[in-house]
Nanobody, 127 residues
Framework: QVQLVESGGGLVQAGGSLRLSCAAS????????MGWFRQAPGKERECVAV????????YYSESVKGRFTISRDNAKNTLYLQMNSLKPEDTGVYYC????????????????????WGQGTQVTVSS
């Protein structure tokens, strides 16, 4: 069972930047797509970015496209989310997650498609 540990959340003013990291255990990191999900109070968990296995194709939600960048370093078993031009509506708990199966994605997944989750890191953007 893979273990995922997020870091890098915090409090930032609107317009600021944060970089989230997710360290994964195990030897199969590169074989699975990885995603960043967020959950705002009272809302469902949604995928904001996904990166495919191997060739690292990326997809973003419309709400973060052009502001967030997902990347992965397979040598370090680490997933990243660079968040720029943050807005108050970006506030929430951010989770990194691994796909249930080794497969490619051509659109954003649902939370149910991913089976391994980190504990989450809080991101708060003040206006």
């Amino acid at each position: 069972q893979v273990q995922l540990v997020e870091s890098g959340g915090g409090l930032v003013q609107a317009g600021g930047s944060l970089r989230l990291s997710c360290a994964a255990s195990g030897r199969t990191f590169s074989s699975y797509a990885m995603g960043w999900f967020r959950q705002a109070p009272g809302k469902e968990r949604e995928c904001v970015a996904v990166i495919s296995r191997y060739v690292a194709t990326t997809y973003y939600s419309e709400s973060v496209k052009g502001r967030f960048t997902i990347s992965r370093d397979n040598a370090k078993n680490t997933l990243y989310l660079q968040m720029n031009s943050l807005k108050p509506e970006d506030t929430g708990v951010y989770y990194c997650a691994r796909d249930r199966y080794s497969r490619d994605w051509y659109s954003l997944p649902d939370a149910a498609d991913f089976g391994s989750w980190g504990q989450g890191t809080q991101v708060t953007v003040s206006s």
